[in-house]
T-cell receptor, first 115, second 116 residues
């Protein structure tokens, strides 16, 4: 039984560089979410996909952030021109269903450190 | 606006003690769901329970129990006879169905340490 997997687990980058994270959801799950979590805080919603369609984006998702889910399978989150404020844990979650009442299955996250 | 408050930042208990984690929420909607998630040191959040706003029955699952009270907008979580494996950060979250939102609003979490 494979859960949600995220790659890489850790990423250290210099300010101004671009980074890309990958998320592989549970295979039959149609919804995929990205959240960001900073130290001492709860996860904050960034965006979600239903199949391949990106249906909602948070105001937290600046123009430097872009997410894709080609073919409704894995997803990538790219951050361009990283800033120190982007340092956080980026969590991916997936669910099967049609609403946010569904329980989410989370990955272990990608810890980003921007120097 | 939606808001979830977990006033207890950190709690330490000795193994076998009971512990209650508090959660207070705010929402203008009458239709919503409340959740608890556990985040162990490995990082992935694990679903514990979901409650809809029309079901105020308390729930017990093994050593875990939840007390939902709409009158006080609270959804508290009690662990009975705590164990070291219960050490984790616990998050309460709100899903506001009525606004059509498709995401969860999390509290800031309570870090529970169970001392052997």
């Amino acid at each position: 039984d494979t859960g949600v997997s995220q790659d890489p687990r850790h990423k250290i980058t210099k300010r101004g560089q671009n980074v890309t994270f990958r998320c592989d959801p549970i295979s039959e799950h149609n919804r995929l979410y990205w959240y960001r979590q900073t130290l001492g805080q709860g996860p904050e919603f960034l965006t979600y996909f239903q199949n391949e369609a990106q249906l909602e984006k948070s105001r937290l998702l600046s123009d430097r952030f872009s997410a894709e889910r080609p073919k409704g399978s894995f997803s990538t989150l790219e951050i361009q021109r990283t800033e120190q404020g982007d340092s956080a844990m980026y969590l991916c979650a997936s669910s099967l269903g049609a609403g946010s009442r569904e329980k989410l299955f989370f990955g272990s996250g990608t810890q980003l450190s921007v120097l | 606006a939606q808001k979830v408050t977990q006033a207890q930042t950190e709690i330490s208990v000795v193994e076998k003690e009971d512990v209650t984690l508090d959660c207070v929420y705010e929402t203008r909607d009458t239709t919503y769901y409340l959740f608890w998630y556990k985040q162990p040191p490995s990082g992935e959040l694990v679903f514990l329970i979901r409650r809809n706003s029309f079901d105020e029955q308390n729930e017990i699952s093994g050593r875990y129990s939840w007390n939902f009270q709409k009158s006080t907008s609270s959804f508290n979580f009690t662990i009975t006879a705590s164990q070291v494996v219960d050490s984790a950060v616990y998050f309460c979250a709100l899903s506001d169905i009525g606004t059509g939102a498709n995401n969860l609003f999390f509290g800031t979490g309570t870090r529970l340490t169970v001392i052997p």
